[in-house]
């Protein structure tokens, strides 16, 4: 989970391979750096013997699976969330809006697919209905999809968030005063508070560490053999710090930041806000244009440890001298061969010019086109910007895991022939750099106990204890 930006590199180095892999509401080729190589491993049936992509929207990653399955954004599906908008705790329920509607109106539904638009599925039911159907009852999945209430059977969609309101603090007696059950209660409400302040949880459950205390030093880092890291600093020179940046024309790129007109790569489809945003041009201080003689507009080639991109300028004070920046969002593509959103992709051809280097190109910018939406035959812009993520290199923090978001990158004009848009990538180079990273982790891992790794940090979808403890195979 954590980790899975360097997973192609990690299948590559004969670590495995896959059977089938489900992307879920996932875009790796797009959003994560190298994705060239999860192209390669993505169309390689050693690696991956089937890519079954679940996405609410077509996406450069769906272009390269087996099967596409399309899943139902928040009003086509149930689900619970809870966010930290206050000191309080609570749950809030989110219902398919037409499958509700239906219920209400006395329709009976089974699957809630047979109301979305699309036939779209809802993800809980479809895992429900695959674990039954890979398993007759001999493999062991079953008994984790059982109803609670009907012995023998398998559960359905109200059952399992009947059973998770049940176990809510307080819900089931608020359910009670107004004479429902806590999933009805959820129905009507659509949330539920369950403590009014968390503010001092710690005097009685203390925090999640060994001492039971913030920990200003860390006993954990030293065990685990980074005895300078066992009190918070900023001693650590990272590959961008001002003193590894000391060849000509080197500057820190970052790639990151956030426009506010998008959410991540999920708004491509959202004409509005792509009428508002749809470049991403190189952010540059006048300083550093001066130096290299770039001007408002004028292109520059971004080179990256593992390839480089062809990009505008964007002259601005509004970033520091010695950074320049490049923002998230943009850059989408799509290959003529590919259906999906237009609003903001550009149509790319994608080449392999051998010696294990990819080549992108951009063949057509956004064009308008007419549908039952008389919008799109209004669109005006041209540009869909430039994808950047592709050509950068997997860093994965030696200690973390985390990906290092920031890349060091030598800019210059680009050579003849080089236009806008122009991406190429080494994916042999990109090998062999995510291997130096990975040799950084591995020249200071240390295993106290036999651990993978601390057993009381915490983590996404953690595996049970034992699966921490490293064994004789390992």
């Known amino acids: 989970y954590e980790m899975s930006h360097i997973l192609p590199h990690m299948i590559k180095e004969g670590r495995g391979s896959m059977d089938v892999y489900f992307t879920r509401v996932f875009n790796p080729v797009w959003t994560f750096p190298d994705g060239f190589s999860w192209m390669e491993m993505l169309q390689n049936e050693e690696s991956v013997g089937c890519h079954i992509a679940l996405t609410p929207t077509w996406n450069e990653t769906a272009f390269f699976a087996d099967y596409v399955l399309p899943m139902g954004h928040a009003s086509e599906r149930h689900d619970v969330n809870s966010y930290a908008t206050s000191s309080g705790k609570w ?16 329709r009976e539904v089974e699957f809630t697919h047979e109301v979305n638009p699309g036939e779209v599925w809802e993800e809980d039911e ?12 001999t493999m062991g999945i079953r008994e984790h999809f059982m109803s609670p209430y009907r012995e023998g059977e398998k559960i359905t969609i109200d059952e399992y968030y009947q059973y ?21 209660y959820m129905r009507k409400h659509g949330a539920f508070l369950i403590e009014e302040s968390t503010y001092k949880k710690y005097e009685k459950d203390g925090w999640p560490t060994p001492s039971g205390k913030q920990e200003f030093y860390s006993e954990t880092m030293i065990e685990f053999g980074y005895p300078e890291h066992s009190i918070p600093h900023y001693r650590q020179k990272s590959h961008v710090h001002p003193d590894n940046l000391t060849g000509e024309d080197e500057y820190c790129l970052l790639p990151n930041f956030r426009l506010p007109q998008h959410i991540h790569s999920r708004s491509a489809n959202a004409k509005w806000l792509v009428e508002i945003a749809h470049r991403n041009p190189i952010w540059i201080h006048p300083k550093d244009a001066r130096k290299l003689g770039v001007a408002e507009g004028d292109l520059l080639k971004i080179e990256t440890e593992i390839g480089w991109f062809v990009d505008k300028v964007w002259v601005t004070e509004g970033i520091k001298p010695g950074v320049v920046g490049c923002s998230h969002h943009i850059g989408r593509w799509r290959r003529s061969q590919d259906a999906g959103n237009r609003f903001l992709t550009n149509t790319v051809s994608i080449e392999d010019t051998g010696n294990g280097k990819m080549r992108m190109r951009t063949v057509s910018g ?12 209004r669109i005006w812009w041209r540009d869909g910007g430039v994808h950047q993520n592709i050509t950068h290199a997997v860093q994965p923090d030696p200690i973390s895991g985390a990906h290092c978001w920031l ?40 295993h106290p106990r036999g651990e993978r790794r601390p057993l009381w940090m915490k983590r996404p979808l953690a595996p049970r204890k034992e ?6 195979r390992d």
């Not at 749950?91 to 006395?106: H, K, N, T």
């Not at 998770?164 to 999933?183: H, I």
């Open 91 to 106: 749950v809030a329920f989110r219902q398919p809006v037409l499958r509700e509607y239906a219920r209400r109106e006395g």
């Open 126 to 137: 479809f895992w429900n209905e695959l674990s039954w159907r890979i398993d007759d009852g």
């Open 164 to 184: 998770l309101f049940e176990r809510v603090p307080g819900l089931p007696d608020a359910a009670a005063a107004e004479g429902t059950d806590a999933l009805g």
């Open 366 to 377: 956004i064009e308008p086109w007419k549908s039952d939406d008389p919008d799109t035959n």
């Open 407 to 446: 890349q060091k990158v030598r800019l210059s004009r680009p050579s003849e022939g080089e236009e806008y848009g122009d991406i190429e990538v080494d994916r042999q180079k990109s090998f062999e750099y995510y291997k130096r990273w990975n040799k950084w982790a591995k020249d200071r891992e240390t």
């Open 467 to 472: 699966h921490f403890i490293i064994g004789e």
